[in-house]
């Protein structure tokens, strides 16, 4: 029989009491609700509090969260926390490993999406299935982990579910030497052989860079995937820390994704702080300290340092939190996925005047279309901003562009329409 529902009910019971009968020695904290959340990891209360959320929040945090630690009815594991999420305050804290849901396989959650840059993540707090995908809004991810906190098998998961659909060309680099993704080297839909030494890493990134501008220069609809596990034991290689800045920066609109993964994932990983920021879509599992945390969350909470490790993790892209188990695919299993030749038997050596002549800018190193021309010329004289404009060309059958090659069309179709007032032409002259 589970036992947890009846434990969080008797939580949140005991919660109510002392908060009508002034918890922390004051007036009462007037609570309006309390949800109970049963996770794989840990149970939570969400309660909403209003005007007394503050003191409420204050109350259960003071003194290593002292108060908190009392009302948890059953023999947790790790530490608890409180904090807000949302309008509520939320309260978290393990589940005994005799109750805890720790090996969820991808194999017990149901078939992988099939496209769409998609995969699989784990398993939420509501028994929901967590999908996540590379996509416009969230071009590139960052998985950061201590050792133990199932970072890597996270990474193989999302790898091998990726390598599946044709759409997508994998590049595989490792700073295991090969320990990480090796049980991945043989999958299909492989640009190269898997690069764990800095030669080879250079070869793959001035090359990845040299795709990133031939797909500025000409549409491609299907994806380059650029997975990296323990990117901080390469960037202290100064002309890799500055590939991996201008593929975060750049590969969006060319459909050139990243996937990092790091046990370390404080600044000293990231030569440039724009390559972390860009890296919008966060999977936060167990980190090391509190600083660690901060970094790969993006904030002061949640915290993953007091995460469960095995797989336990917060999901954060910028319109979700899910604290969520991630699935594994068993290494015998990761074998059996099915395999191909790579396009290229080796990676070309270092190219620098490749990875140094990229546009800075995204839009300026594409070809641009005379109905694209056309379309920011009307929009730039009608004073239009960038949604306008992006709805525009979606309605003139061109493909939609991402934010910053829809600036720079913007801004062409601008300089153009000055020049026509300065030479006493008018774009809507009957």
Known sequence: MDKRPSLLE????????????????KRPIAIHSIEAVQGPRAGALEILAGLDAGRLLSTLKANDFALHRQFVPWNFIGNPSVYMSGRYVRLEAGWPNSMAEKNIQLSDIGQHPKSGGRWIAGKNEQ?????????????????????????????????????????????????????????????????????????????ALSWALSEMRQRYMARSDGRLIIAVDEIQEFTKDAAIAEMLRRLTAQGRDANVHMIVGTQDPTADAFKDITTRRNLVGR??????????????????????????????????????????????????????????????????????????????????????????????????????????????LENAGVDKPGSTRADWLLGLGRGANKWLLENDWSLCES
């Open 127 to 203: 028994g929901q299935t967590v999908t996540l995908s590379l996509s416009n809004t969230v071009p590139h991810f960052l998985f950061g982990g201590y050792t133990g906190s199932g970072k890597t098998w996270a990474m193989r998961s999302t790898v091998a579910q990726l390598a599946r659909d044709p759409q997508n060309r994998l590049i595989l680099i490792d700073g295991k030497w090969g320990y990480g993704l090796n049980p991945l080297a043989h999958v299909a839909n492989r640009v190269g052989p898997l690069a764990t030494e800095f030669e080879d890493v250079r070869g």
């Open 10 to 25: 008797q939580w949140g019971q005991v919660i109510w009491r002392a908060a009508h009968n002034n918890l922390g020695g």
């Open 283 to 392: 999977v936060a599992l167990h980190t090391e300290n509190y600083k660690a945390s901060e970094v790969v969350v993006g904030g002061p909470t949640p915290r993953s340092d007091w995460l469960l490790g095995a797989g336990d993790a917060y999901v954060l892209t910028p319109d979700a939190l899910h604290r969520t188990q991630l699935v594994y695919i068993p290494e015998d299993d990761l074998s059996n996925e099915a395999g191909g030749e790579p396009e290229l038997d080796e990676w070309p050596a270092f190219d620098p005047e490749a990875a140094g002549t990229l546009p800075e800018t995204n839009g300026s190193g594409r070809d641009i279309s005379s109905q694209e021309l056309a379309v920011a010329l009307v929009q730039a004289h009608l004073g239009a901003g960038r949604p306008t404009l992006q709805r525009a």
